[in-house]
């Protein structure tokens, strides 16, 4: 758990460094286009699987205004939610009973189109009102003891957002992210006794921007 976090760092680390050193040549190939690069804190909502916030999470996005408001592009995300079981008595079936403690594990990783409005083009504060529309590929995990159970299920997934772009520099040159957000995936995960029949989720992402 410990070595796939900081595998996770170093990726965003490397991802982070390549963005601003191909910043400066944006601006002259890519005009109207806009990257994001953001952690994020989830919190899933109506779901009794690990349904703790976590703040083990990033989103990524990359896109074009076609207009100086409407930008449209693509975005990838993943998000990871933790949470510890005290030990009790799973009743898997009439003849079938499981006793142990439990981490639960729910990684959610969604990925498709993006849309977004902003309503200030060309400004150093920059808000705007956006959708993400795609697919989601989600894993439930319970571990126990040095066992572990898993499932993984794909579903539709839509998350409006509001958020904003600032750039202290100018204009989409170098600046920062931040955007609150809720989406809902169609993923229905059936694990042990526990079932996952859609998840909500809501949270904030703050990064870069360029």
Sequence with gaps: MKTSKYQVLKTIALCVVLLAAARTGKAQIFPNSYINVDWQVGVPLGSAYADKASGWGMNFEGGYYITPNAGVGLFMAFHTNNEYIDTQTLHLSATSQLTCDQQHMLFQMPFGAAFRYRFMPEKKFAPYAGVKVGAQYCKTTSYY??????????GVFVSPEI????FPMGPNLFGFHMAFYYDYASN??????????????????????F
Excluded: C, M, P
Excluded at 145 to 154: A, I, L, M, P
Excluded at 163 to 166: A, E, L, P
Excluded at 188 to 209: E, M
């Design 163 to 166: 958020g904003v772009n600032i």
């Design 145 to 154: 003891n040095v066992y572990s159970t898993s499932n993984e299920k794909w």
């Design 188 to 209: 229905q995960n059936h694990l042990l006794i526990y079932k996952v029949d859609g998840l909500h989720n809501i949270g904030f992402r703050v990064g870069l921007a």
